[in-house]
């Protein structure tokens, strides 16, 4: 079976606000464009891990993408993969309407590894026994490795594992040998060929375990030894690479007369993306820098001096900020503020693209874990918690097409790229600041009076938590304030007073997917709170956020 990328491009839905597909003239290639020579499919059956393994792949410098176990075989194809992983899912092989194998794969002559689920599939498929389970077997276990297998190569003896599942294998599919078990489960790992007329012999192999949480100890081990060992991976996935490739991309689409617009934030996604497509078509991009009115204090100010003076971008800014705030007056539902923002700046490059005659691209610093939690069609298993404004926010008129060169990137990896085109840290370490601004931080509805005391209690937040400069376990990832709807109770000098509550939030997270709430010094905490009360007009109270995500997010709203 020949598998090849095809360059096509066709219209496609996104969804939008309320959930329905709508048609939007957006061209994206029919398949995803790879942007390293090789590449591994993730199919994913549903499991909370799928995304771990997507992370553990791509830092194990290979390319990856999940998509949805029933994905359309072009889709797949267009990767050109070297193999598959199947993920984990809560359903039993039994279950009626349980996802079932795409029988592509087992033709496509590709290695094939099913993890937990995935290899409850394949073992179903090719005539093994798949028992099922009353009671979930979830936790560390030993796994001895019985059999000499590749995926265990130079492995220690057993292996500490973490289990997850309900149902398992109880007799491999004949041909199959158990090269792992543990206590209470006889097939932990299994391997075999699947051959077919007109088709190489395919190596399969199975792990009950997971080898994509961090409680599996040699579990990036195990997967590199299927990336490179099983499928011949090189490892070819690097900024290096990825900085090459994608200029080349954007030159491809763009062609040698056609010009760009950059919305840019100052954040680090919309500074790398300017900046690789800077590179590309140089001052045929222009730059658009809108002051919402939503900014950080000495935000606007900022983003000016650092890419239009030092950067020598060629930069537009938008003073909107009266703009926004009428449309946001008496707004309170967050879906229809983020609707309403992004659906604004849209309608702002619009105008400034007609102004400048012939654009025809816009540029967004749009990221992989937005795509996935927004559930486009390309990932149609994941529902939806949070509409990002730069993925679902878009007019169903939208005349401008979207480059997106950051959109399969996780957030650690577009700051490694930042890092190689050579922006300062202070740029490629900024905290992730959403795209709807502080309209989700200001919880109900949004005045210039409100946006006022949480600038100022926001900046403390962030002078204090960078000042006390915490590293290594305790290193804050995001951190900011909140302005609650409440009102509360307090003492000032001899009066009461009846004024605003302010939470603070700081959370430590690799990538924004999940988070955990940081375990701050007292004394930061203590500082902070002080110096709000004493110095922000207004607030009377200060709260500290004690939740992880999940079950909350990062943001309130
Ligand atoms: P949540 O609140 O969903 O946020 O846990 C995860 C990360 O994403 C940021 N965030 C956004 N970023 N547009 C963005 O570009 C948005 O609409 C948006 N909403 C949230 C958030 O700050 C956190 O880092």
Redesign the pocket.
């Known amino acids: 079976m020949s598998l090849q990328a095809s360059g096509e491009s066709k219209t496609i839905a996104l969804r939008d606000t309320e959930g329905s597909p709508q048609a939007v003239s957006v061209e994206r290639p029919l398949v995803p464009h790879v942007p390293a020579a090789e590449a591994v499919v993730i199919l994913d059956f549903g499991s909370q891990f799928t995304r771990l393994i997507a992370r553990r792949v791509r830092e194990a410098r290979v390319y990856c993408e999940i998509l949805p176990h029933n994905a359309p075989f072009e889709a797949v194809l267009a990767l050109n993969p070297r193999g598959f992983i199947l993920s984990g899912g809560p359903a039993s092989v039994y279950d009626l309407g349980a996802p079932q194998l795409p029988e592509y794969i087992l033709e496509s002559g590709r290695p094939i590894l099913g993890i937990c689920y995935g290899m409850q599939l394949l073992a179903r498929r090719l005539g093994g026994e798949v028992q099922y389970a009353d009671r979930r077997e979830y936790g560390q276990a030993y796994a001895e490795l019985v059999a000499t297998s590749p995926l265990f190569r130079d492995l220690p003896n057993p292996l500490s594992v973490w289990m997850s599942h309900g149902d398992h294998i109880a007799l491999p599919p004949p041909g199959f040998s158990v090269i792992a078990q543990s206590a209470n489960t006889p097939v932990a790992a299994m391997s075999g060929y699947y051959s077919s007329a007109g088709a190489k012999k395919v190596p399969v192999l199975g792990l009950q375990f997971h080898p994509e949480v961090n409680n599996t100890d040699q579990g990036e081990e195990i997967l590199q030894r299927f990336l490179y060992d099983i499928c011949g991976c090189q490892g070819d996935w690097t900024p290096e690479h990825f900085i090459t490739t994608t200029i080349q991309e954007i030159q491809d689409k763009v062609g040698k007369e056609g010009r760009a617009l950059c919305a840019l934030?100052g954040?680090v996604?919309s500074a790398v993306a300017a900046t690789l497509v800077n590179q590309a078509i140089g001052k045929r991009l222009t730059c658009v820098f809108v002051n919402n009115g939503l900014l950080r204090q000495g935000e606007a100010e900022s983003v000016l001096e650092t890419f239009r003076d030092r950067l020598g971008l060629n930069l537009i800014y938008i003073d909107a900020r009266e703009r926004f705030l009428q449309k946001l007056e008496n707004v309170i539902d967050p879906e229809e503020k983020?609707k309403l923002?992004?659906n604004e700046f849209i309608w702002l490059f619009e105008q400034e693209a007609r102004k400048l005659g012939k654009v025809k691209w816009l540029v967004q610093?749009?990221?992989y874990?937005?795509v996935i939690?927004s559930a486009t069609p390309e990932t149609s298993s994941a529902s939806r918690?949070?509409?990002?404004?730069?993925?679902g926010g878009l007019p169903p008129d939208m005349e401008l097409k979207l480059i997106e060169p950051l959109r399969y990137l996780f957030?650690d990896e577009v700051r490694q790229v930042g890092a190689e085109l050579g922006l300062s840290p202070e740029i490629v370490w900024r905290?992730?600041?959403?795209?709807?601004g502080l309209a989700?931080r200001v919880i109900g509805a949004v005045s210039e009076e409100r946006l006022v005391v949480l600038r100022a209690a926001d900046a403390i937040v962030r002078e204090e938590i960078s000042n006390a400069q915490l590293e290594g376990e305790a290193a804050v990832?995001?951190y900011?304030a909140v302005l609650t709807p409440l009102q509360s109770v307090g003492v000032m000098g001899d009066g009461r007073t009846y004024s605003n509550v302010v939470a603070v939030r700081a959370v430590s997270?690799k990538d924004?997917?999940t988070?955990d709430w940081s375990r701050l010094p007292y004394e930061t905490l203590s500082r902070i709170s002080n110096r709000i009360v004493n110095e922000v007009p207004g607030v009377n109270r200060v709260v500290y956020d004690i939740t992880s995500?999940p079950p909350?997010?990062?943001?309130?709203?």
């Open positions: 934030s954040g996604d983020r923002i992004g610093g749009t990221l874990p937005d939690e918690i949070k509409t990002h404004h730069n993925v957030k905290q992730p600041f959403p795209g709807p989700v990832w995001q900011f997270s924004g997917m988070a995500k909350a997010t990062i943001e309130w709203e």
